[in-house]
């Protein structure tokens, strides 16, 4: 069982990034995505997930209207999209996968985690 995050990297303030998470030797269809981010002398944060029942999804406040959360099924990969970036959201960003339908923001609930990918947002 293996996620791998990548797509990060540097970018100005208010470009884009997408990111991607794929996984290998298990199925994403029956599994809750998340993705974390923590920054260094910070918390991890949980920002966005997205449900394996019904593809709900849920996004911290401060990343709202900016990030995008999406699944490819057929690909194995869940993909954050993220706009408008602002330095704040520097951090090393972590997919995880968790057994169950619909996601949550809480780190702890899930099993699978990436290695992490680094996004730097400069001013």
């Known amino acids: 069982v293996q996620l791998v995050e990548s797509g990060g990297g540097l970018v100005q303030a208010g470009g884009s990034l997408r990111l991607s998470c794929a996984a290998s030797g298990f199925t994403l269809d029956y599994y809750a995505i998340g993705w974390f981010r923590q920054a260094p002398g910070k918390e991890r944060e949980g920002v966005s997930c997205?449900?394996?029942?019904?593809?709900?999804?849920y996004y911290a406040d401060s990343v709202k209207g900016r990030f995008t959360i999406s699944r490819d099924n057929a690909k194995n990969t869940v993909y954050l999209q993220m706009k408008s970036l602002k330095p704040e959201d520097t951090a090393v960003y972590y997919c995880a996968a968790d057994h169950r339908e619909l996601c949550v923001l809480y780190g702890s609930e899930y099993d699978y985690w990436g290695q992490g990918t680094q996004v730097t947002v400069s001013s």
């Open positions: 997205i449900s394996s029942s019904d593809g709900s999804t």
